[in-house]
């Protein structure tokens, strides 16, 4: 049966976990990430929307040794360590050409052809929504237990080159690795705006 009302709400721990608590992680205690987490992760993520249920994130889970060495040469040296000790680093890429896909992915209509001829827009596009996949994966991580380090402090020109090279059209835009986070790792909480400093309600 169709859920009609969200009438149940998350209680503090899962917003402890999710939200208050989480923090982004620099080092990582020596503990695997496994390939069922990782497709738990995504089958989670897959379900966040985007515009057109485009999906246009491409993503690459560094899990090997080798893939991971490949991926921290790029890296700042801040990062490289960040990279190399985690069990996982994802590469968050997008597909320029993400539309080619949607006469699958959003069926009901014709949305490919909204974006036919506009390379412009779908970078906008891809761009906009891959990050919002990134952060349902985030999300999704915490979800069950693990914790990110987001980055963004490394050559992505070069990490498309060399791990999209099969793909022209793809775009490697920022890196997050996955793990337990080694609490000793981070600094203090930086501050939060409260509400009326950023938002207002009309
Ligand atoms: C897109 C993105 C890029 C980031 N790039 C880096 C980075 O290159 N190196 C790094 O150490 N932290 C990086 N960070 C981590 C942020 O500094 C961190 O998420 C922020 O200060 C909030 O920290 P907290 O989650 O522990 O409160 C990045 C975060 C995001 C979301």
């Avoid at 939200?19 to 390939?35: L, P």
Wanted: aromatic letters at 10%; proline letters at 5%.
């Amino acid at each position: 049966m169709t859920k009609q009302f969200h009438d149940h709400v998350l209680g503090d721990p899962a917003l402890d976990q999710l939200f208050r608590e989480a923090r982004s992680y620099n080092g990582w205690v020596d503990k695997d990430v496994t390939e069922e987490q990782i497709r738990i992760i995504y089958d989670l993520l897959k379900m966040g929307p985007t515009s057109a249920n485009m999906q246009p994130a491409r993503l690459v889970w560094c899990k090997s040794k080798e893939a991971k060495e490949k991926l921290a040469e790029f890296a700042s040296d801040a990062n490289k360590k960040k990279i190399l000790t985690a069990p996982l680093c994802v590469i968050i890429g997008y597909d320029i050409d993400f539309h080619e896909e949607l006469p699958w992915l959003f069926p009901h209509t014709d949305a490919r052809s909204w974006f036919e001829g506009d390379v412009e827009g779908r970078i906008k596009g891809a761009a906009r929504n891959s990050a919002l996949q990134g952060a349902y994966l985030m999300l999704a991580a915490r979800a069950i237990g693990l914790d990110c380090g987001p980055m963004s402090g490394i050559a992505l020109d070069k990490v498309t080159e060399a791990f999209f090279a099969d793909k022209p059209m793809y775009r490697a835009d920022w890196i997050c690795s996955i793990g337990y986070g080694d609490a000793s790792t981070i600094f203090d909480r930086s501050p939060r705006p409260e509400f009326d400093k950023f938002n207002r309600i009309d």
